[in-house]
């Protein structure tokens, strides 16, 4: 009796794979194909991908609660109020600033008072001269200086122009007793040794609001309080 054929061992999975590659091709090199493709593609994006990139995480600000017993955050001697209570930011001050101080009076002002009091006065409007020139007055912050130009005057010597300041000052001071100092000031036309001519003092006296308040003006004349001004000078040789 004839015995059959012996039977071929199975064969591994690997050797049916690649007996079936050898038996088609096409279809093997194509699968390679995807399977390059694919990893070409990994490898790209994975280049592109940062590496260490940091993570941020939002911080929440939570509100705190007020410490209670029902919170359990403090003993009995807490408050029992369980209502929680937002945190509150400080807000920064902006620096203050300091006022700028303002001029109580204004300067047009205190030279028209001084200039109405010398103009309503007959003794301070004959011994200056004053016709249709009237003085210069000048205000810088409480000081006064009242100047009368009696350079067209021909009449004019120095016991009237002590005179003429004892009313310009007196006129000054009757409108404002606040007042730093006042000087008062008689010009006149002078010419030196070469003939040359100009309008300067012939006269000129300085009375101060700490002497001013001493001051009784109804007994003093322009002699007597000339010996009481702070500061006087009178033109040499006048």
């Known amino acids: 009796m004839q015995q059959p054929p012996p039977k071929e061992p199975k064969r591994k999975w690997y050797q049916r794979l690649f007996a079936w590659c050898r038996h088609h091709p096409i279809a093997?090199?194509?699968?390679?194909?995807v399977f390059l493709g694919l990893s070409v593609l990994a490898?790209?994006?994975?280049?592109?991908?940062?590496?260490?990139?940091?993570?941020?995480?939002?911080?929440?600000?939570?509100?705190?609660?007020?410490?209670?017993?029902?919170?359990?955050?403090?003993?009995?001697?807490?408050?029992?109020?369980?209502s929680p209570v937002p945190t509150q930011v400080a807000t920064p001050l902006e620096p203050t600033q300091?006022?700028?101080?303002?001029?109580?009076?204004?300067?047009?002002?205190?030279?028209?008072?001084?200039?109405?009091a010398?103009?309503?006065?007959?003794?301070?409007?004959?011994?200056?001269?004053?016709?249709?020139?009237?003085?210069?007055?000048?205000?810088?912050?409480?000081?006064v200086d009242v100047s009368m130009d009696d350079s067209s005057a021909v009449n004019i010597d120095v016991e009237r122009a002590k005179t003429c300041i004892f009313d310009l000052e007196r006129d000054a001071w009757a409108t404002n007793s606040s007042f730093t100092q006042v000087t008062a000031h008689v010009q006149v036309l002078l010419q030196d040794q070469y003939g040359k001519q100009s309008v300067g003092d012939l006269a000129r006296a300085t009375l101060i609001r700490e002497t001013e308040k001493k001051f009784v003006w109804s007994n003093l004349d322009a002699d007597s309080a000339w010996n009481d001004y702070d500061s006087t000078w009178v033109l040499p040789g006048a």
């Open 98 to 116: 300091a006022p700028i101080p303002t001029p109580t009076t204004i300067v047009s002002d205190v030279k028209q008072n001084i200039a109405n």
């Open 43 to 82: 490898t790209m994006i994975s280049a592109q991908t940062p590496t260490g990139t940091p993570t941020v995480q939002a911080t929440q600000v939570q509100a705190t609660d007020t410490p209670t017993i029902a919170n359990g955050l403090c003993n009995p001697s807490c408050s029992t109020d369980t």
């Open 28 to 33: 093997t090199a194509a699968i390679l194909g």
């Open 118 to 143: 010398i103009q309503a006065d007959s003794d301070t409007v004959t011994y200056c001269f004053i016709i249709d020139k009237p003085p210069t007055i000048t205000v810088a912050g409480q000081a």
